[in-house]
Protein backbone atom coordinates (compact mmCIF):
# COMPACT_ATOMS: atom_id res chain seq x y z
CA UNK A 1 0.00 0.00 0.00
CA UNK A 2 0.86 3.70 -0.64
CA UNK A 3 2.35 5.20 2.35
CA UNK A 4 0.26 8.38 1.11
CA UNK A 5 -3.20 7.69 2.72
CA UNK A 6 -5.85 9.98 1.25
CA UNK A 7 -9.15 9.28 0.83
CA UNK A 8 -11.85 11.11 -1.31
CA UNK A 9 -15.64 10.79 -0.38
CA UNK A 10 -18.16 12.27 -2.79
CA UNK A 11 -20.94 13.37 -1.13
CA UNK A 12 -19.39 13.03 2.09
CA UNK A 13 -21.39 15.96 4.28
CA UNK A 14 -24.31 13.88 5.01
CA UNK A 15 -25.46 10.29 5.43
CA UNK A 16 -23.81 7.49 4.51
CA UNK A 17 -20.59 9.84 3.31
CA UNK A 18 -20.46 11.10 6.83
CA UNK A 19 -20.35 7.39 8.09
CA UNK A 20 -17.47 6.95 5.43
CA UNK A 21 -15.82 9.98 5.97
CA UNK A 22 -15.52 9.60 10.07
CA UNK A 23 -14.54 5.87 9.60
CA UNK A 24 -11.71 6.48 7.14
CA UNK A 25 -10.32 8.82 9.29
CA UNK A 26 -10.43 6.40 11.79
CA UNK A 27 -8.21 4.12 9.32
CA UNK A 28 -5.37 6.80 9.37
CA UNK A 29 -6.53 8.36 6.45
CA UNK A 30 -6.55 12.04 5.33
CA UNK A 31 -9.86 12.77 3.75
CA UNK A 32 -11.51 15.33 1.59
CA UNK A 33 -15.08 15.31 2.20
CA UNK A 34 -16.86 16.69 -0.94
CA UNK A 35 -20.03 18.59 -1.14
CA UNK A 36 -22.60 20.16 -3.19
CA UNK A 37 -25.24 21.55 -0.94
CA UNK A 38 -24.21 20.34 2.70
CA UNK A 39 -21.62 22.93 3.47
CA UNK A 40 -22.44 22.84 7.12
CA UNK A 41 -22.67 19.13 7.32
CA UNK A 42 -19.27 18.53 5.01
CA UNK A 43 -17.85 21.11 7.47
CA UNK A 44 -19.05 19.69 10.86
CA UNK A 45 -17.24 16.21 9.67
CA UNK A 46 -14.17 18.03 9.15
CA UNK A 47 -14.22 19.59 13.01
CA UNK A 48 -15.30 16.31 13.92
CA UNK A 49 -11.84 14.53 12.30
CA UNK A 50 -9.24 17.40 13.09
CA UNK A 51 -10.70 17.44 16.76
CA UNK A 52 -9.47 13.71 17.06
CA UNK A 53 -6.07 14.63 15.65
CA UNK A 54 -7.06 13.61 11.78
CA UNK A 55 -6.75 15.72 8.70
CA UNK A 56 -9.15 16.49 6.39
CA UNK A 57 -10.50 19.10 4.17
CA UNK A 58 -14.34 20.29 3.02
CA UNK A 59 -14.52 21.12 -0.93
CA UNK A 60 -17.52 22.23 -2.69
CA UNK A 61 -18.42 20.36 -6.31
CA UNK A 62 -21.05 19.48 -8.36
CA UNK A 63 -19.59 16.04 -9.66
CA UNK A 64 -22.22 15.62 -12.26
CA UNK A 65 -19.95 18.43 -13.74
CA UNK A 66 -17.26 16.81 -15.89
CA UNK A 67 -14.82 20.19 -14.89
CA UNK A 68 -15.83 20.32 -11.08
CA UNK A 69 -15.11 16.71 -10.65
CA UNK A 70 -11.47 16.91 -11.86
CA UNK A 71 -11.42 20.05 -9.89
CA UNK A 72 -12.47 18.53 -7.27
CA UNK A 73 -9.69 15.61 -7.42
CA UNK A 74 -7.02 18.56 -8.06
CA UNK A 75 -8.31 20.44 -5.10
CA UNK A 76 -7.71 17.11 -3.49
CA UNK A 77 -4.12 16.71 -4.21
CA UNK A 78 -2.90 20.02 -4.18
CA UNK A 79 -4.36 19.66 -0.14
CA UNK A 80 -3.64 16.50 0.92
CA UNK A 81 -2.08 14.86 -1.77
CA UNK A 82 -3.34 12.49 -4.26
CA UNK A 83 -6.28 10.50 -3.19
CA UNK A 84 -5.51 6.53 -3.78
CA UNK A 85 -9.06 5.77 -2.09
CA UNK A 86 -12.22 7.22 -4.12
CA UNK A 87 -15.59 6.48 -2.55
CA UNK A 88 -18.11 7.38 -5.12
CA UNK A 89 -20.69 8.16 -2.62
CA UNK A 90 -22.44 11.13 -4.03
CA UNK A 91 -26.25 10.14 -5.46
CA UNK A 92 -29.40 11.74 -6.37
CA UNK A 93 -32.74 10.38 -6.86
CA UNK A 94 -36.25 11.73 -7.74
CA UNK A 95 -39.09 8.77 -7.63
CA UNK A 96 -41.35 9.23 -10.05
CA UNK A 97 -43.04 6.71 -12.96
CA UNK A 98 -41.79 6.82 -16.43
CA UNK A 99 -44.65 8.58 -18.23
CA UNK A 100 -44.16 11.29 -15.36
CA UNK A 101 -40.88 11.66 -14.81
CA UNK A 102 -39.30 14.33 -17.32
CA UNK A 103 -35.90 14.62 -18.93
CA UNK A 104 -34.02 17.21 -16.88
CA UNK A 105 -34.82 14.94 -13.71
CA UNK A 106 -33.60 11.75 -15.50
CA UNK A 107 -30.68 13.63 -16.66
CA UNK A 108 -29.78 14.94 -12.92
CA UNK A 109 -30.32 11.36 -11.19
CA UNK A 110 -28.25 10.24 -14.13
CA UNK A 111 -25.83 13.08 -14.09
CA UNK A 112 -25.00 12.74 -9.98
CA UNK A 113 -24.98 9.00 -9.46
CA UNK A 114 -23.31 7.21 -13.01
CA UNK A 115 -21.54 10.50 -14.74
CA UNK A 116 -20.28 11.75 -11.68
CA UNK A 117 -18.81 8.33 -10.76
CA UNK A 118 -17.44 8.25 -13.85
CA UNK A 119 -16.13 11.73 -13.73
CA UNK A 120 -14.38 11.46 -10.09
CA UNK A 121 -12.88 8.14 -11.05
CA UNK A 122 -11.13 9.05 -14.42
CA UNK A 123 -9.98 11.86 -12.43
CA UNK A 124 -8.51 10.26 -9.65
CA UNK A 125 -7.04 6.73 -11.60
CA UNK A 126 -4.08 8.75 -12.85
CA UNK A 127 -2.68 9.32 -9.01
CA UNK A 128 -3.48 5.54 -8.16
CA UNK A 129 -1.57 4.58 -11.43
CA UNK A 130 1.40 6.87 -9.94
CA UNK A 131 1.07 5.00 -6.74
CA UNK A 132 0.55 1.08 -8.02
CA UNK A 133 -2.28 1.22 -5.21
CA UNK A 134 -5.37 2.24 -5.23
CA UNK A 135 -9.19 1.70 -4.11
CA UNK A 136 -12.37 2.62 -6.27
CA UNK A 137 -15.50 2.01 -4.51
CA UNK A 138 -18.94 2.55 -6.01
CA UNK A 139 -22.38 2.82 -4.64
CA UNK A 140 -25.19 0.34 -6.03
CA UNK A 141 -28.57 -0.15 -4.91
CA UNK A 142 -31.00 -3.24 -4.40
CA UNK A 143 -33.03 -1.27 -7.01
CA UNK A 144 -30.21 -1.37 -9.74
CA UNK A 145 -31.01 -5.33 -10.40
CA UNK A 146 -31.80 -7.21 -7.19
CA UNK A 147 -34.86 -5.41 -6.09
CA UNK A 148 -36.83 -4.04 -8.89
CA UNK A 149 -39.50 -1.52 -7.80
CA UNK A 150 -41.86 1.04 -9.94
CA UNK A 151 -41.13 4.98 -10.19
CA UNK A 152 -36.92 3.85 -9.89
CA UNK A 153 -36.40 3.63 -13.34
CA UNK A 154 -33.89 6.48 -13.43
CA UNK A 155 -31.94 5.99 -10.45
CA UNK A 156 -32.26 1.77 -11.55
CA UNK A 157 -30.57 2.92 -14.92
CA UNK A 158 -27.95 4.64 -13.18
CA UNK A 159 -27.11 1.80 -10.08
CA UNK A 160 -27.32 -0.59 -12.89
CA UNK A 161 -24.60 1.04 -14.68
CA UNK A 162 -22.60 1.47 -11.45
CA UNK A 163 -22.49 -2.17 -11.19
CA UNK A 164 -21.42 -2.53 -14.87
CA UNK A 165 -18.75 0.12 -14.79
CA UNK A 166 -16.94 -1.03 -11.59
CA UNK A 167 -16.79 -5.11 -13.23
CA UNK A 168 -14.55 -3.15 -16.38
CA UNK A 169 -12.77 -1.00 -14.11
CA UNK A 170 -11.94 -4.08 -12.32
CA UNK A 171 -10.47 -6.20 -15.07
CA UNK A 172 -9.05 -3.16 -16.36
CA UNK A 173 -6.70 -1.79 -12.99
CA UNK A 174 -6.43 -5.44 -11.87
CA UNK A 175 -2.34 -6.02 -12.45
CA UNK A 176 -2.07 -2.12 -11.43
CA UNK A 177 -2.22 -2.91 -7.75
CA UNK A 178 -5.79 -1.13 -7.19
CA UNK A 179 -9.39 -2.49 -6.88
CA UNK A 180 -12.97 -1.53 -7.98
CA UNK A 181 -16.01 -2.97 -6.09
CA UNK A 182 -19.67 -1.57 -5.56
CA UNK A 183 -21.46 -1.91 -2.04
CA UNK A 184 -24.95 -2.16 -2.32
CA UNK A 185 -26.61 -0.71 0.64
CA UNK A 186 -29.87 -1.74 1.74
CA UNK A 187 -32.60 0.92 3.50
CA UNK A 188 -30.50 3.40 5.70
CA UNK A 189 -32.53 6.32 6.30
CA UNK A 190 -30.64 9.34 4.60
CA UNK A 191 -32.04 12.32 3.57
CA UNK A 192 -32.00 11.46 0.13
CA UNK A 193 -34.62 8.56 1.01
CA UNK A 194 -36.60 11.08 2.53
CA UNK A 195 -36.68 13.72 -0.30
CA UNK A 196 -37.07 11.52 -2.89
CA UNK A 197 -40.55 12.31 -2.90
CA UNK A 198 -43.71 9.33 -3.13
CA UNK A 199 -43.53 9.01 0.61
CA UNK A 200 -40.54 6.90 0.08
CA UNK A 201 -39.05 6.68 3.51
CA UNK A 202 -42.37 5.51 4.82
CA UNK A 203 -42.99 2.77 2.50
CA UNK A 204 -39.06 1.59 2.69
CA UNK A 205 -39.53 1.72 6.87
CA UNK A 206 -42.90 -0.72 6.32
CA UNK A 207 -40.78 -2.95 4.01
CA UNK A 208 -37.07 -3.22 4.47
CA UNK A 209 -34.59 -3.49 7.43
CA UNK A 210 -32.91 -0.41 8.29
CA UNK A 211 -29.29 -0.37 8.27
CA UNK A 212 -27.10 1.85 9.89
CA UNK A 213 -24.89 3.97 8.39
CA UNK A 214 -21.72 2.99 9.96
CA UNK A 215 -22.48 -0.80 9.16
CA UNK A 216 -21.83 0.51 5.64
CA UNK A 217 -18.98 2.22 6.64
CA UNK A 218 -17.24 -0.89 7.96
CA UNK A 219 -17.63 -2.86 4.24
CA UNK A 220 -15.76 0.46 2.93
CA UNK A 221 -13.00 -0.02 5.57
CA UNK A 222 -12.97 -3.82 4.73
CA UNK A 223 -12.64 -3.17 1.18
CA UNK A 224 -10.21 -0.18 1.32
CA UNK A 225 -7.88 -2.98 3.56
CA UNK A 226 -4.59 -4.91 2.69
CA UNK A 227 -7.51 -7.75 3.85
CA UNK A 228 -9.71 -6.99 0.43
CA UNK A 229 -6.18 -6.59 -1.98
CA UNK A 230 -7.58 -9.44 -3.96
CA UNK A 231 -11.12 -8.67 -4.17
CA UNK A 232 -12.35 -6.97 -6.93
CA UNK A 233 -15.13 -6.66 -9.17
CA UNK A 234 -17.34 -7.58 -6.83
CA UNK A 235 -20.74 -6.47 -5.63
CA UNK A 236 -21.14 -6.30 -1.41
CA UNK A 237 -24.53 -6.45 -0.22
CA UNK A 238 -25.20 -5.19 3.57
CA UNK A 239 -29.00 -5.04 3.45
CA UNK A 240 -30.27 -8.28 5.47
CA UNK A 241 -31.51 -10.16 2.45
CA UNK A 242 -33.91 -7.41 1.53
CA UNK A 243 -37.75 -6.77 2.40
CA UNK A 244 -39.25 -7.86 5.12
CA UNK A 245 -41.81 -10.51 4.99
Not at 59 to 79: G, H, M, Y
Not at 102 to 131: E, I, Q, S
Not at 168 to 181: M, P, W
Not at 214 to 225: E, G, H, K, P, R
Amino acid sequence: MSNDKVALVTGGGRGIGTAVSRRLAEEGFAVAVNYSRSADGARAVVKEIEALGGRAVAIRADVSAADEAAALVAATTELLGAPTVLVNNAGFNQNASARSLGPDAWDRVLGVNLHGAYYCTHAALPGMYAAGWGRVIFFGSPSGGRSIAPTMAAYAAAKAGIAAMAKVLAKEVGRRGITANTIVPGFVDTDMVRDSGAGNSEIMHATWPEIPASAIADAVAFLVSDRAAYVSGEELGVWLGGPIG
